[in-house]
Nanobody, 126 residues
Framework: QVQLVESGGGLVQAGGSLRLSCAAS????????MAWFRQPPGKEREFVAA????????HYTDSVKGRFTISRDYANNTLYLQMNTLKPEDTANYYC???????????????????WGQGTQVTVSS
């Protein structure tokens, strides 16, 4: 069966860094658009970053551009999110998601994703 398992969350000070991992099984991530979403306390789930199957197209929400980087390790079938210069506003539960290939214009829509991990908590203190 398909599983996406996130890890790497934790508590960090503002300005620090974390790297989140999403280990996939049951799917080969090279065939899917992969993405990270997050849900801050008391708020709706929001898009963070996505990487299309080709590996040459990435998209980031404006608030993380220049600070976060999405990447894939095809050999280990794992998705990553490198998060630098963390801010308290980045505090959220972070989710990995996968969908079959589609246009970049819809990568931010959570309803278009087929598979989801269970989340990893990131807390940034000021």
């Amino acid at each position: 069966q398909v599983q996406l398992v996130e890890s790497g969350g934790g508590l960090v000070q503002a300005g620090g860094s974390l790297r989140l991992s999403c280990a996939a099984s049951g799917i080969t991530i090279s065939a899917y658009t992969m993405a990270w979403f997050r849900q801050p306390p008391g708020k709706e789930r929001e898009f963070v970053a996505a990487a299309r199957w080709s590996g040459i197209s990435t998209h980031y929400t404006d608030s993380v551009k220049g600070r976060f980087t999405i990447s894939r390790d095809y050999a280990n079938n794992t998705l990553y999110l490198q998060m630098n210069t963390l801010k308290p506003e980045d505090t959220a539960n972070y989710y990995c998601a996968a969908r079959l290939r589609g246009p970049s214009g819809t990568v931010s829509y959570d309803r278009t994703y087929d598979y989801w991990g269970q989340g990893t908590q990131v807390t940034v203190s000021s």
